[in-house]
């Protein structure tokens, strides 16, 4: 295992360190210690590694992660796992505005609440929430899911295209074009499968289901055929 | 951008460490406003009926004993000088209002900073370690601070237009982001006898609250006011003789982060500012609600609390 201490601010250090690292590398397991809210940590990650961050992270932690597992012990600021490709990132804390925003694969889960525009604009990533999000979470969603244990704030799913949303709690005013829409058998099987991979203990049951009701964008499902 | 800070001690045992902690805080913010920086400090209070006057002169070598003898003479009364760079305290037996009056009628180039009997503001441009080196802030003791770090988008780059901004005795307010209808609203308290000193937004929303303020309303009725007048962005810190609070709009577009624990409840637009108070690593970390009044009280009792 490597422990690198970031106590000294050495951010770009550790993540040309976890750049350079080969896909078959033996340096598979990282410790960040004194994390102290700087940004940027462990962002760009392109090898299956698994990166522990202890304590709290600031800016863009993990962003655009590809394969690798990063898990902070703590809270993160603002975009945390913006951009994720694949891989996993855990967040133990609260997470700031705009987690995962952008997300194109992989998994983030936030232990604690998420804040404000969480998956705005994702595009294919999955994010499982244990406690609530804030207001405009899921805002132009176009492909993915978002599992939400608790609430959410007000105009969730706001010009939403194809992502799904899964919400336990209370829902706000929902945004523009964002319905309640049935939950198949298939669909709440996967919902399932999906807590139990991010290790989140809720019924799947016990969620709805929010989407599109495809009145506003400029794709309209009686012509899929046409594409 | 911009950045902001406040640190608020619930433990008195603290209140020595008052200036080491804000300065490192207001420094952990200087990316994020390297232009002008600014602090409040509530320490050093003077027993009533006595006030003191921060004040400053563009003048680095500005003859503050001089002035504070001619200002004595006027008012009859023996005025206490302690300099710090191009800016003075001024320590009165009596009240601040004459003394206010007669510096607007005999030396109206020197600014008044802050009034009352706890508040001291100091702020300059340039970076924010060099302000608070230049203020000796890290060896202030006192019981409660805020800071701004500023990168300037609706007025220049002036000491007038840095934060924090006072608007009556005792009373500041530092802010992180931009206000738009603040013209009209400046004209609205100009009809309610509110004089101006800049063109800066946030002077116009300090001056609102202390109109509110001084209409009878408590510290979070008059934050909470301010969410119906005031349009724009905003997180905003305020603090008074013995309170601090903190508001963000509802769009919440500007952050900010809460810590507290049994001895203090600290603020800043990011948690670097945090990471090195004492205890951090036990504390409550929480980001404000949007819209949501967080206010904080010294001398209920043992109780510093917040209401939101």
């Known amino acids: 295992m490597s422990v690198v201490d970031l106590g000294d601010g050495a951010v770009r250090a550790l993540n040309q360190a976890l750049h350079r690292l080969p896909r078959e590398t033996n340096d598979r397991h990282w410790r960040i210690l004194n994390p102290r809210g ?42 945390v796992a913006e951009n994720i490709m694949s891989g996993v990132v855990r967040v133990k804390g609260d997470a700031s505005q705009a987690a995962a925003a952008s997300g194109r694969g992989g998994l983030v889960v936030v232990e604690g609440n998420a804040s404000a525009r969480c998956g705005i604009s994702m595009k294919g990533v999955d994010i499982v929430v244990g406690g609530s999000v804030g207001h405009m979470s899921a805002f132009m969603a176009q492909r ?28 706000g005013r929902l945004g523009a074009d964002c319905i309640e829409k049935d939950m198949t058998a298939a669909q709440r099987e996967a919902l399932a499968a999906l807590l139990e991979s991010a290790e989140i203990p809720a019924d799947a049951g016990a969620f709805r289901r929010y989407g599109s009701a495809r009145r506003l964008y400029h794709f309209h499902v009686d012509h899929a055929d046409a594409y | 951008m911009c950045g902001i800070v406040g ?60 002035l504070a003898g001619a200002l004595g003479a006027d008012l009859d009364e023996e005025v206490d000088v302690d300099v710090r760079a191009d800016h003075a305290v001024f320590t009165l037996a009596g009240g601040h209002a004459q003394a206010r009056a007669w510096l607007a009628s005999h030396h109206p180039e020197v600014r008044v900073m802050s009034y009352g009997q706890v ?12 302000v608070s080196r230049k203020y000796e802030v890290a060896a ?28 009556d005795a005792d009373m500041c307010l530092v802010h992180n982001g931009s206000l738009s209808n603040y013209n009209r609203l400046r004209e609205w308290l100009r009809r309610r006898g509110q004089a101006f000193e800049s063109d800066n937004d946030t002077e116009v929303a300090a001056r609102y609250f202390a109109y509110r303020l001084g209409e009878g309303a408590s510290l979070k009725e008059a934050l909470a006011a ?18 601090f609070a903190v508001l963000r709009d509802g769009i919440a577009c500007k952050p900010a ?39 904080w009280s010294l001398g209920r009792g043992a109780g510093a609390g917040a209401e939101a």
């Open chain 1, 38 to 79: 700087q940004h940027a940590i462990a962002a760009g990650l392109t090898v299956p590694i698994e990166v522990e961050v202890e304590g709290h992270a600031g800016y863009y932690c993990a962003g655009m992660n590809r394969e690798a597992t990063v898990t902070i012990h703590g809270h993160c600021g603002w975009g």
């Open chain 1, 144 to 171: 993915g899911r978002l599992v939400v244990c608790g609430d959410c704030g007000d105009d969730l799913g706001d010009s939403i295209y194809e992502a799904m949303l899964f919400v336990r709690g209370k829902v």
């Open chain 2, 7 to 66: 640190l608020f001690l619930k433990d008195p045992a603290l209140h020595p460490t008052l200036g080491a902690h804000i300065s490192r805080m207001l420094i952990g913010m200087s990316e994020r406003g390297p232009d002008s920086a600014g602090i409040a400090l509530y320490h050093r209070p003077i027993a009533a009926p006595g006030s003191k006057l921060t004040l400053a002169h563009a003048d680095p070598n500005f003859r503050w004993r001089e």
């Open chain 2, 119 to 130: 508040i001291e503001i100091y702020k300059d441009t340039g970076a924010p370690a060099v």
């Open chain 2, 140 to 167: 202030a003791e006192g019981s409660h601070a805020l800071g701004h770090t500023r990168m300037a988008t609706e007025s220049a780059v002036t000491e007038a237009g840095s934060h924090p901004f006072t608007a």
């Open chain 2, 226 to 243: 301010g969410l119906t007048d005031l349009d724009g962005f905003y997180t905003f810190a305020m603090g008074t003789r013995d309170g």
């Open chain 2, 257 to 295: 982060v809460l810590a507290e624990t049994d001895a203090w409840v600290a603020m800043a637009s990011e948690y670097r500012s945090l990471a090195g108070l004492p205890g951090v690593e036990r504390a409550v970390v929480w980001e404000p609600e949007p819209t949501v009044v967080y206010s």
